[in-house]
């Protein structure tokens, strides 16, 4: 099983940016919790949006909330995070990580048996 993160890049402050995780060898209906976490130089790693298999709301950090969006499609094996108003803090290497066994979503990156090799968000002031 492969999770491969895409979409980062440079923006500016208040600006927008969509960063994808496709899936291979499994699909996503398999796994039962997808998520975001990120992490900037120096500092843990550190949870960011996730959404269980059931379909029901995503889960958001304090820090994100209002201006994230995370959506998976299980048909093409696919799950987004659309970031709007993105501010200076936001910048840090976004991954996505998934769990194909736990019933609810966790905060804690330790938890995830799944990652992607992350990509790189960047937001100027």
């Known amino acids: 099983v492969q999770l491969q993160a895409s979409g980062g890049g440079l923006v500016q402050a208040g600006g927008s940016l969509s960063v994808s995780c496709a899936a291979s060898?499994?699909?996503?209906?398999?796994?039962?919790?997808l998520a975001w976490f990120r992490q900037d130089s120096g500092k843990d790693r550190e949870f960011v949006a996730a959404?269980?298999?059931?379909?029901?709301?995503?889960v958001y950090a304090d820090t994100v909330k209002g201006r994230f969006t995370m959506s998976r499609d299980n048909a093409k094996n696919i799950v987004r995070l659309q970031m709007n108003n993105l501010k200076p803090e936001d910048t840090a290497v976004y991954y996505c990580?998934?769990?194909?066994?736990?019933?609810?979503?966790?905060?804690?990156?330790?938890?995830?048996?799944?990652w992607g090799q992350g990509t790189l968000v960047t937001v100027s002031s």
């Open positions: 060898g499994r699909t996503f209906g398999r796994f039962t919790i």
């Open positions: 990580a998934a769990d194909s066994a736990a019933s609810r979503a966790s905060m804690n990156w330790k938890t995830y048996n799944y």
């Open positions: 959404v269980s298999a059931s379909g029901g709301r995503a």
